[in-house]
């Protein structure tokens, strides 16, 4: 079983950066980025697997940028460009099996993921 740690969140303008950060326990095989806001359901945003195949959400394509590190424990979200939209708490997940997802043209889907952090609070203002 594998623990998942966000950190990074924060408040920021609209037109800024942030970059999140989630440290996992161990070696996980998919890992990705997923949002939700306020009344609306969780959306994927970006996943990335083993050997570095990503798919982004249509919505942050050219402003979110997904990477690991090279022990491929620690996952990060740059995100640029930030629009009050993108705000939302954004939580990481990780899967074990293959990585579908990383294949899905406009991001992650849920069933890929079994375990999920507590998720990191984004608020971008107007």
């Known amino acids: 079983q594998v623990q998942l740690v966000e950190s990074g969140g924060g408040s920021v303008q609209a037109g800024g950066s942030l970059r999140l950060s989630c440290a996992a326990s161990?070696?996980?095989?998919?890992m990705a980025w997923f949002r939700q806001a306020p009344g609306k359901e969780r959306e994927g945003v970006t996943v990335i697997d083993t050997r570095g195949r990503t798919s982004y959400a249509d919505s942050v394509k050219g402003r979110f940028t997904i990477s690991k590190d090279n022990a491929k424990t620690t996952l990060y979200l740059q995100m640029n460009t930030l629009k009050p939209e993108d705000t939302a708490m954004y939580y990481c997940?990780?899967?074990?099996?293959?990585?579908?997802?990383?294949?899905?043209?406009?991001?992650?889907?849920?069933?890929?993921?079994?375990?999920w952090g507590q998720g990191t609070q984004v608020t971008v203002s107007s």
């Open positions: 997940a990780a899967g074990y099996g293959t990585c579908y997802s990383a294949y899905e043209p406009n991001g992650p889907v849920e069933a890929d993921f079994g375990y």
């Open positions: 161990g070696y996980t095989y998919c």
